[in-house]
């Protein structure tokens, strides 16, 4: 449109206020596990610190060519007024006590978000009293077993203030969160398009310009593309097109056939704006939240929907109300809204609105892994055909893609 130790609980430290506050974290579940011992590091363990650590969805393990994935992200609030540095997180398995990630410095810093704040530089993980940030999370697991079903968070922090006296130690505190589960299992959709050298842009990865989509609309913020795929056809020659760059008609995916992925009811039809000019700096519409997502078709299956965006005008063959069954041919790949070249932007979430609510985890009955390109803008900015895809005949089932993955799709019959 991207990875406890047990014992008696340790004497719990008052509150750096010195009042008897209650403890201001949520989480999604509430069931508690047994207290760490103190932190190493001078770190005094410091459950009421004011922190309100949230995670709005609860993840889900999906698996891929290299392991499962897990995203999710931590919304980090400071309740009260004092300012607090964010220096290192852990992600604990509640279970065992292991360790499963630790970020800090730049990769901690590269995994925050603070929107709607102006951060002077250098307190980008500074969260003063009122502020808020979002925390993006990835988890990896590479071999079978290692799939947690449960986990904590500890946040390492220490106190910032301006008047503190140079000549005396620093405040150092860390908080252990309530568990938060892993929920479900992703859901199984058949292909949404059909036939060779489909690449998944901008797909599963933490730092896609999808999965950090956080967008508020009718006052709830959400992630409806956590999980969005932007499909780009690469032809027989290597590369996207096979003449003029800037017409549609070049492009090999252009006019593709789109599929219904899971028997269901449409439930929203957009059709009738304009399409771009490739690679043009003016678009054919002014993008709003009702262009972004130009002709497109939303398929309501089992209480969630399935979004189609950047269709080709006209080419939409249903209407809202139809009934349609998997493989149905419902529109043709275009290059409408808010896009760049002819794709078809696809992802799963809970609301009816294209770019609201919360995306949700998908996998693909089946499909050929042929490739990998690493960075899609570079590639595309190079010219450079690929000529270094495997033979079709790797078989993936029940994954998702991870972004840059060059796949077939079976064809119907």
Known sequence: MVTVTRGSPPRRATSPTGSCASLLLLSLLATAVPASEQPPGGYERQDALGLEVRVPLAPTWIATRDGRHALYELHVSNLRPHALLLERIEVVDAASGKVLQALDGERLRGSVERRGLRVAEGEELVWRGGQHGVIYMELVANEPGQATSSVVHRLY?????DDV???????????ETLPVRFDGVPRVLGPPLRGEGWMAGNG???????RRALIPINGRAGIAQRYAIDWVKVGPNG???HGDRKLNSSYYGYGEPVLAVADGRIAVVRDG????????EQPAVQITLDTAAGNHVMLETEG?????????????????????????VIAEVGNSGQSDAPHLHFHLSDTPVSLAGEGLPFVFDAYDYRGNVANLDAWLESGEALHDLQPPG???TGEMPLSGDVVDFPRMP
């Open 273 to 280: 704006i304009a399409e771009n000019v490739p690679f043009s």
């Open 204 to 210: 599963l990865a933490n730092d896609s310009e999808h």
């Open 304 to 328: 969630q929907y399935v979004l189609y965006a950047h269709l080709r005008p006209g080419s939409i063959r249903v209407k809202p109300g139809d009934q349609v069954r998997r493989g149905d």
């Open 239 to 241: 590369l996207l097109t």
């Open 394 to 396: 790797d078989r993936r």
């Open 165 to 175: 006296d140079a000549t005396k130690p620093r405040r150092l505190w860390m908080m």
């Open 157 to 161: 922090v220490s106190l910032v203030a």
